[in-house]
């Protein structure tokens, strides 16, 4: 697979599975609590693999909308449209 990535989500288990190559996973590794990568044989990331998803995306979405809403603050008072 060179084209787009494959999202898949299974609910039953809060799972992402983020696919990147047709590539046959041979062995994963856990880079931080609930982040799988699996590599190939030849060591090429062909999978992501996100656990406890749905908190995850909830957490990142969180901390996404909190910068997006301090870079707007900071615009609008570098702007002079907000008093300080």
Same mark, same amino acid.
């Given at each position: 697979?060179?084209?787009?990535?494959? /999202?898949?989500?299974?609910?039953?288990?809060?799972?992402?599975? /983020?696919?990147?190559?047709?590539?046959?996973?041979?062995?994963?590794?856990?880079?931080?609590?609930?982040?799988?990568?699996?590599? #190939?044989?030849?060591?090429?990331?062909?999978?992501?693999?996100?656990?406890?998803?749905?908190?995850?995306?909830?957490?990142?979405?969180?901390?996404?909308?909190?910068?997006?809403?301090?870079?707007?603050?900071?615009?609008? /008072?570098?702007?002079?449209?907000? #008093?300080?």
């Amino acid at each position: 697979m060179r084209g787009k990535p494959v /999202i898949k989500y299974n609910p039953d288990a809060d799972a992402l599975v /983020i696919t990147l190559s047709n590539e046959a996973p041979d062995y994963g590794e856990e880079v931080s609590p609930n982040i799988i990568l699996h590599y #190939s044989s030849s060591g090429r990331l062909v999978e992501i693999e996100i656990l406890d998803a749905s908190e995850f995306l909830s957490n990142v979405l969180r901390e996404t909308l909190k910068t997006m809403h301090l870079k707007l603050t900071l615009r609008t /008072i570098g702007e002079g449209k907000v #008093s300080t």
